[in-house]
T-cell receptor, first 115, second 112 residues
Framework: AQSVAQPEDQVNVAEGNPLTVKCTYS??????LFWYVQYPNRGLQFLLK??????LVKGSYGFEAEFNKSQTSFHLKKPSALVSDSALYFC?????????????FGKGTMLLVSP | KAGVTQTPRYLIKTRGQQVTLSCSPI?????VSWYQQTPGQGLQFLFE???????NKGNFPGRFSGRQFSNSRSEMNVSTLELGDSALYLC???????????FGPGTRLLVL
């Protein structure tokens, strides 16, 4: 079975500082990894994905994520946080080797950026 | 290109009633998945439809059902509503079954 862990319920960072939101995963095959963001009373918005290739993936709004196979991690990063980045962030995984597997989400991490 | 649309956006029902939620995918997208989001359980997969056929189903009781039409629009139905069915129901569409999913704004269901 596949799973995703987001070990932090909440991350607090000051505006202008770098941010990291952590994600680790477990799949039996090769992972497809995704990050989504959810603003209040909204659906999930796609940020970026890792399928194959470069371990550093760049996405929307200045976000990037680093795939680390040995640590089974896919942490989301941004060099300089904005107050408007405050939202709920979800990491998700799909097993690319098990046919048509479903997308499994982590519990989410609330990011709070203070002015 | 218009995004995923879901109707209605908000719904209030009482226990025992049934409800139907609708999802219109992005034009050209053939796969539709449904999720239930609650504060306690997070995002849980309900089902996936592709070419009018249910391809995957999550661990939900038979009261939860769905279908997909030939134009890829999808509906989900919950019968005999329970208080615990109160949640945000999210629909996501993708070009194909393993492609990136794009989400709609959700339908917030409150069961009283």
């Amino acid at each position: 079975a596949q799973s995703v862990a987001q070990p932090e319920d909440q991350v607090n960072v000051a505006e202008g500082n770098p941010l990291t939101v952590k994600c680790t995963y477990s799949v039996s095959g090769n992972p497809y990894l995704f990050w989504y963001v959810q603003y209040p009373n909204r659906g999930l918005q796609f940020l970026l994905k890792y399928i194959t290739g470069d371990n550093l993936v760049k996405g929307s709004y200045g976000f990037e994520a680093e795939f680390n196979k040995s640590q089974t991690s896919f942490h989301l990063k941004k060099p300089s946080a904005l107050v408007s980045d405050s939202a709920l962030y979800f990491c998700a995984v799909r097993d690319s080797d098990s046919g048509y597997s479903t997308l499994t989400f982590g519990k989410g991490t609330m990011l709070l950026v203070s002015p | 290109k218009a995004g995923v649309t879901q109707t209605p956006r908000y719904l209030i029902k009482t226990r025992g009633q049934q409800v139907t939620l609708s999802c219109s995918p992005i034009s050209g997208h053939r796969s539709v998945s449904w999720y239930q989001q609650t504060p306690g359980q997070g995002l849980q997969f309900l089902f996936e439809y592709f070419s009018e056929t249910q391809r995957n189903k999550g661990n939900f009781p038979g009261r939860f059902s769905g279908r997909q039409f030939s134009n890829s629009r999808s509906e989900m139905n919950v019968s005999t509503l329970e208080l615990g069915d109160s949640a945000l129901y999210l629909c996501a569409s993708s070009l194909g079954r393993q492609e990136t999913q794009y989400f709609g704004p959700g339908t917030r269901l409150l069961v009283l």
